[in-house]
Structures are given as structure tokens and as C-alpha cells.
């Protein structure tokens, strides 16, 4: 399948009732969207990081009462997992697109990669547009705008990363649901491209360690 965009009925999903159901409508709705950006994304993102990238469906697999909330494709230089890596991510809430950069709970350089964040916190600052937003904690879909981050937060949320074992840190675009059915394959495409440039920095920030 081609990527299409998505619409009204992909973030209707996430209304469905029931782990089964839901589930059966993500896999046959929105997953083999995930898939089409997954095999586009994975080649880009391998010539701009310079590394193999390999994508990640999430499949959920854990789940045995609770329908997800949430569904997404992950990029990261590995071809059995992300979680425990730095990647990026494309996927939707009910109420949103989101575009990251994560680094997760599982990710054994948190605490070195807090400090680096906390090192380069001026640049950081200064280089991320003011309609990115952060994030710190993937299992919800609230977010802070840029704009409104104070260096003062985010040197917070970096401490955090390196001294709470369950703290992550994600940063991106939410692009809200109206806009989001509104915008063809192209604005798609322009967005993530543009959204996974702005990002490298904090990607390649690894390589510091």
C-alpha cells in the first residue's frame, strides 16, 4: 500500500471499543499506512543519518485488556528493536500526529545523553523551532510548545533523564487531527522530511558519548 495521508477515520479508530476490535482496526486501517512510511523513512533516514535505518511497526503484542491509545512506526539502527535506542517515530493519538525524536524509558544512555542535553542547552534552545513541542512521557499525548519551554525546564527534563529510571524525552511536531485530514501526501511528506532535518541534531548528539 501507498502512504495517503490520513483522515477522519484513522483517528475514529482509537473510539472503537474493545482490545479485539481496536486492534483489528488499526492492522487493517492504519497499519499498512505505518508500513508505506516505514519502507520510505527508512531508506531517507539511513542517507541522512548516515546509518541503517530499519522501521518498527508497533504490534501492541503486550496488551491483554487495554485497547492502545496510541499507534506508531519507529526508525532506528537496528534491525531487532528501537526502545533501547535513540529513533525517530511517526504516529497518531486520537487527537493527533506526532513526528519525534525519542529516547525512552528502556534506553541505557539516559543518563549520559541527559548530560549532554544539559552541556548543549543554549544550542538546543536556539535551534529547535518555537512550534516543536517536548515531551516527557510517550504513554501521553500531552506536550509542551517550544516556545513556552523555559531553559529552565528543559535543563529539568534533562536532569530527570539522567536520574529517574522511568523519565524520557521526546521532541517534535503535533500536528492537530483538522489539520492533519486536511493535508495531502506531499504536505505529508514535506512536514516529516522537515521535521526529521530539524531533529538530527538531537539524534546525532549519541555520538558524543
Same mark, same amino acid.
Given at each position: ?23 483489528q482496526q488499526i492492522i487493517n486501517q492504519i497499519r499498512p499506512k505505518l508500513e ?26 503486550? %496488551? ?7 499507534? @506508531? ?9 528501537y526502545k533501547m535506542l535513540p529513533h525517530f517515530q511517526i504516529g497518531l493519538w ?5 513526528? @519525534?525524536?525519542?529516547? =525512552?524509558?528502556?534506553?541505557? =544512555? ?6 549532554? =542535553?544539559?552541556?548543549? +542547552? ?30 529552565? %525546564? ?6 530527570? +533523564? ?39 541534531? +538531537? ?7
Amino acid at each position: 500500500m501507498t502512504f495517503n495521508g490520513f483522515n477522519d477515520s484513522d483517528f475514529k479508530v482509537f473510539q472503537t471499543q474493545g482490545l479485539d476490535e481496536r486492534m483489528q482496526q488499526i492492522i487493517n486501517q492504519i497499519r499498512p499506512k505505518l508500513e508505506a512510511l516505514g519502507n520510505k523513512y527508512a531508506e531517507e533516514l539511513t542517507v541522512l543519518t548516515g546509518e541503517e535505518m530499519f522501521f518498527h511497526v508497533a504490534k501492541h503484542a503486550r %496488551r491483554t485488556v487495554n485497547p492502545p491509545k496510541d499507534t @506508531w512506526v519507529a526508525f532506528a539502527p537496528n534491525k531487532r528493536g528501537y526502545k533501547m535506542l535513540p529513533h525517530f517515530q511517526i504516529g497518531l493519538w486520537e487527537t493527533h500526529v506526532f513526528v @519525534w525524536f525519542a529516547l =525512552i524509558y528502556e534506553a541505557p =544512555i539516559k543518563d549520559a545523553y541527559g548530560q549532554l =542535553i544539559r552541556k548543549n +542547552l543554549n544550542k538546543i534552545k536556539k535551534n529547535i523551532p518555537n512550534d516543536f513541542v517536548w515531551s516527557d512521557d510517550h504513554m501521553k499525548p500531552v506536550s509542551y510548545p517550544h516556545r513556552e519551554v523555559k531553559k529552565e %525546564r528543559l535543563e529539568e527534563m534533562a536532569t530527570r +533523564l539522567s536520574t529517574v529510571k522511568k523519565a524520557e524525552l521526546l521532541c517534535g511536531v503535533r500536528i492537530e487531527k483538522d489539520e492533519a485530514a486536511n493535508m495531502s501526501v506531499n504536505d505529508w511528506y514535506d512536514r516529516i522530511d522537515e521535521t526529521f532535518k530539524t531533529l538530527l541534531p +538531537l539524534y546525532e548528539l549519541k555520538k558524543k558519548l
